[in-house]
């Protein structure tokens, strides 16, 4: 169980008002919308049948959308819509129909990772909401900024931020930022992560992550297994659990906290968004209290791996995941000690009850594990009446759920379900009165001849209508209308979204008048009816005429004048590729500070070179990128907006060319536009386009600026998460770890048998590269006669002749002295790993 914390809070309670925080929940379904809404979320996110990264989800339809937002406005909730994929070519007329279909029927925003949608967006409209979706990989205050021309309204920070650095980015950019704060964590950099696409054809950029991270490896250290004990799955961490750092989160400048969970039942939408919400207010009413041992239970009730901070408070890689387990535990209860005949003495530190559902956990989840219903509790021989909540206490269960002989003592004891809880939380949302009520202001005046004129105000939307009598008042001749007989009549409201306090109610009456109690109430009735209708009414945005896609003619250079590049990962390595006819080499190397010796290689051959940023860029960061300038590169590789952005703006000192790798995630003519407008002079492709998507993509832009790589190890995992710090030292992050990545060679060995290298960069991130190469070539035929402009060759761990023959072979196949087919075939008959066509493959 994770140790939660709670420190006095520091800040000054004017600085940042209530209203200005925002509780946001997911809703994969409509039980789980009315979830979050009855539990207190200000805000919900949701997707429709296409273009989200919950492709698993329920999921609503695009037709569902008015009523979808007319509810939530009913409740003054606001909705998102995630539209957080990569977009086809063949699927941007799709994507217009859908965002206009937004903006009709007033979608709060759209959180967007693809930056042609963004485009795509701001020429159908100039004020329509976008959030950059934590896909865009955004972790730097240059990331943000990057995205200001775009006009989005906020941005959700990548999970690897640290608090230090939330603070940093919001100071510097100024953007409202979002940030999770609870739910499943995913081991990759989101918008990073290629490992679905590489071994399953199932793109995480396109919503349909297979959770590769969650299934057991081998570490291979240095080409032996490493014995883990009942250590199996490295790369599946805890779940995100941060509810004791909101003080921390909101005053580093958190506007929305995000909850995860889409996939997730409506009680676990309840339970987690009724805790959050209660912590919000508790800090807003000044109350220090931490949350209760009960509330920490009910969360890991309804979901839990184990609960972390993952990186809120920093790298610490010992405690971002178990290892033990890749699925929903629940609250462990404690341990076995002695198996009876009949029933199991355990010694339990957490309530437990008959009726609750328990597991036994001898160390191995890949096998069957006994569990099933509590039927009974006995303590010191007698049965206990409801819950007991620690102590030693013997479990009878169903004679058909459990076989005894399979548990032992030492088993742990995890409590999976409880059916009490479920049941409130269920009742919490499942109720025909309205969720909530807003308050009312009511101003009555009128004299006798006159109608009653009524003015209703919503206080909370500031919304006004004004209702008048049918009938004109006459004077009284008994129970004329008073103050406290109009509050009688106004006030009642049950079943309705709306109260009226009587010192709410004004009344300017001249004289004694009265009007029919039956008037009064129709005037109630169309009060409340107009106002609810504003409530639900959408909001307007600007939206211009629709205008066609248009096919743009493509620029086609002579086969000749395409480009062959190697991108290498050491020196060896460019030594080999730069004594071979090459047109341009990156470097891409473990420590930056080879960069410069890397430069002189090249030139000392004739060649020019490129040099690669990180993929990540965090705030602390830029002096890698300084560094990389001052090493005078023919060009730089750039891999993630952040970097972008430094060099852009830095360009009266630092003028070197740059181009767009692969992790820009380019995967349609808008967004190729966008980087080449922003000022890349190429741009390589996405790793997510199949043959069809990539001709698709090529017939609709300049595919001369476009680069496409052909030979590759897939890097498939980009983690913050060090799998040799964890595993191979006792130390918690770079600062103490020991640096075994400098003396041992790590790699995960699948359950097929493959072995995937493990690598770190320059800032202690793991890449976890296919175990095989794969390659384009025999589609090379097709990308010249389309005019790409340049094709690329990376290497992992090839050695000087491999290195020369690779790119031997893919220069007779650019010249057409061979065909694509025999590239690979031949690498196959060469290499032991074998070749696989990879995500080229049709």
Not at 468 to 481: F, G, H, I, M, T
Not at 504 to 532: C, D, K, Y
Not at 701 to 715: A, G
């Amino acid at each position: 169980m994770m140790e939660f914390e709670w420190r006095e809070k520091t800040i000054v309670q004017n600085k940042v008002n209530r209203e200005d925080i925002e509780l946001l929940a997911p809703a994969g379904n409509w039980d789980s919308l009315k979830a979050a809404v009855a539990n207190g979320a200000d805000a919900v996110y949701f997707g429709v049948e296409k273009f989200n990264a919950r492709a698993r989800a329920a999921n609503f339809t695009m037709a569902e959308l008015p009523e979808i937002m007319a509810y939530l406005h009913m409740y003054g909730v606001k909705g998102f819509l995630t539209f957080n994929i990569l977009i086809f070519e063949q699927e941007l007329e799709d994507a217009r129909t859908l965002i206009e279909a937004c903006i009709d029927a007033g979608v709060d925003a759209v959180i967007v990772q693809d930056l042609g949608l963004v485009k795509l967006i701001r020429e159908i409209s100039p004020d329509f909401p976008i959030h950059g979706s934590t896909q865009m990989t955004i972790t730097s205050p240059e990331a943000v900024e990057f995205t200001k021309p775009f006009q989005l309204e906020r941005v959700v920070l990548g999970r690897e931020n640290s608090l230090k650095e939330i603070k940093a980015i919001g100071q510097k950019a100024k953007l409202p930022m979002e940030v999770f704060v609870h739910g499943a964590l995913c081991v990759s950099y989101s918008g990073q992560c290629l490992t679905s696409e590489m071994w399953g054809g199932r793109s995480a950029n396109r919503g349909e992550c297979a959770q590769a991270c969650r299934l057991p490896y081998d570490l291979i250290v240095d080409g032996q297994k490493q014995e883990m004990g009942n250590i199996a799955y490295l790369l599946s961490p805890k779940d995100l659990a941060a509810i004791d750092l909101i003080p921390e989160l909101i005053e580093a400048g958190v506007t929305s906290f995000k909850i995860e969970g889409r996939l997730k039942s409506p009680e676990y939408v309840a339970n987690v968004v009724s805790k959050y919400r209660a912590a919000i207010d508790r800090y807003f009413a000044d109350q220090d209290a931490a949350p209760s041992a009960e509330e920490l239970r009910e969360l890991q009730q309804s979901f839990s791996r184990g609960f972390t901070h993952g990186f809120l408070k920093g790298t610490n890689n010992k405690t971002l995941l178990d290892g033990t387990f890749p699925k929903s535990r629940g609250v462990l209860l404690g341990s076995v000690k002695k198996v009876l005949s009949r029933s199991v003495l355990v010694e339990i530190d957490s309530p437990l009850k008959r009726g609750d559902g328990i597991v036994f956990d001898a160390g191995d989840p890949t096998v069957d594990e006994e569990g099933g219903r509590v039927y009974d509790l006995l303590v010191n021989g007698k049965k206990a009446e409801g819950e007991v909540s620690q102590g030693l206490v013997e479990i009878v269960m169903g004679r058909r759920d459990v076989r005894l002989q399979r548990i032992h003592a030492g088993d742990r004891v995890w409590k999976t379900n409880d059916p009490e809880l479920n049941k409130r939380l269920r009742q919490s949302f499942e109720t025909d009165k309205p969720y909530r009520t807003f308050p009312l202001a009511v101003y009555v005046t009128g004299k006798c001849g006159d109608k009653l004129q009524t003015t209703w105000i919503d206080l909370k939307t500031n919304h006004a209508v004004t209702i008048q009598s049918v009938e004109k008042l006459q004077a009284a001749l008994k129970r004329p209308l008073t103050a406290a007989l109009l509050h009688e009549q106004f006030g009642r409201l049950g079943g309705t979204l709306f109260h009226l306090d009587a010192d709410q109610l004004i009344v300017e009456l001249g004289e004694e008048v009265i009007l029919p109690v039956s008037e009064l109430n129709r005037i109630r009735r169309s009060a409340i009816e107009e106002l609810t209708l504003l409530r639900r009414k959408p909001p307007v945005y600007q939206k211009h005429a629709a205008t066609p896609m248009t096919v743009r003619p493509v620029v086609k250079p002579a086969a000749q004048q395409a480009q062959l590049t190697v991108l290498c990962r050491s020196l060896e390595q460019l030594e080999a590729a730069a004594q071979t006819d090459v047109d341009l080499l990156y470097a891409d190397f473990e420590f930056v500070k080879q960069y410069p010796e890397a430069v002189k290689l090249a030139h000392r051959y004739g060649k020019k070179i490129a040099l690669a940023t990180m993929r990540i860029h965090m705030p602390d960061e830029n002096g890698v990128l300084a560094l990389i300038a001052k090493s005078k590169p023919d060009a730089i590789l750039v891999r993630n907006t952040g970097a972008l952005y430094y060099y852009l703006s830095r360009r009266d000192e630092i003028n070197i060319p740059l181009i767009g790798d692969f992790s820009l995630n380019v995967s349609n003519h808008k967004t190729v536009e966008l980087f080449l407008q922003s000022g890349l002079e190429r741009v390589t492709a996405s790793y997510d386009l199949n043959i069809q998507q990539m001709i698709d993509l090529l017939e609709q832009t300049d595919s001369s600026r476009l680069e496409l790589v052909i030979h590759q190890h897939l890097p498939m995992f980009h983690t913050e998460h060090c799998v040799y710090c964890t595993f191979l030292s006792e130390g918690t992050d770079h600062t103490n770890c020991g640096t075994p990545c400098e003396k041992s060679r790590i790699s995960l060995k699948d359950r097929v048998g493959f072995s995937h290298p493990v690598r770190v960069d320059t800032g202690c991130r793991n890449t976890v590269y296919n175990a095989i190469d794969q390659s384009g070539a025999e589609y090379l035929g097709e990308f010249q006669r389309l005019g790409v402009g340049s094709y690329r060759i990376e290497f992992l761990e090839e050695a000087q002749d491999r290195v020369k023959q690779v790119i031997e072979l893919y220069r007779r196949a650019l010249r057409g002295e061979i065909n694509g087919s025999h590239v690979w075939r031949t690498l196959k008959a060469t290499n032991q790993l074998g070749v696989t066509r990879g995500h080229l493959t049709k």
